[in-house]
């Protein structure tokens, strides 16, 4: 069974950075494509950064692009969510969630593509 934790939460200032990490158990991470998302208090859970099973597409919600960037280790079976510029309504739960059934080379930011999730971890930007 295929299990993801999330870790690399916080609390950071406006303008500041945190990288997140998701470490996925039971199955390697180039079989399927991997994403996150985040949910902010009061608001649906929305797609933020996906990456491909091959490692070779990533998307980003508009919201983030040029923010933040999506990277993986296959050594460690680890997908990394680097986080710059953080701002007030980044603030939320972010998880990260496997997509067993995606193509290679295709990642989406649709949640219901998305089997398995993290138990996700807290990343609070206030200064």
């Known amino acids: 069974q295929l299990q993801l934790v999330e870790s690399g939460g916080g609390l950071v200032q406006p303008g500041g950075s945190l990288r997140l990490s998701c470490v996925a158990s039971g199955y390697g991470l180039h079989y399927y494509a991997i994403g996150w998302f985040r949910r902010a208090p009061g608001k649906e859970r929305e797609g933020v950064s996906c990456i491909s099973s091959n490692g070779e597409t990533t998307n980003n919600a508009d919201s983030v692009k040029g923010r933040f960037t999506i990277s993986r280790d296959i050594a460690t079976n680890t997908v990394y969510l680097q986080m710059n510029n953080l701002k007030p309504e980044d603030t939320a739960v972010y998880y990260c969630?496997?997509?067993?059934?995606?193509?290679?080379?295709?990642?989406?930011?649709?949640?219901?593509?998305?089997?398995?999730w993290g138990q996700g971890t807290q990343v609070t930007v206030s200064s």
């Open positions: 969630a496997a997509d067993v059934l995606a193509i290679e080379a295709v990642c989406v930011l649709d949640l219901n593509d998305y089997t398995y």
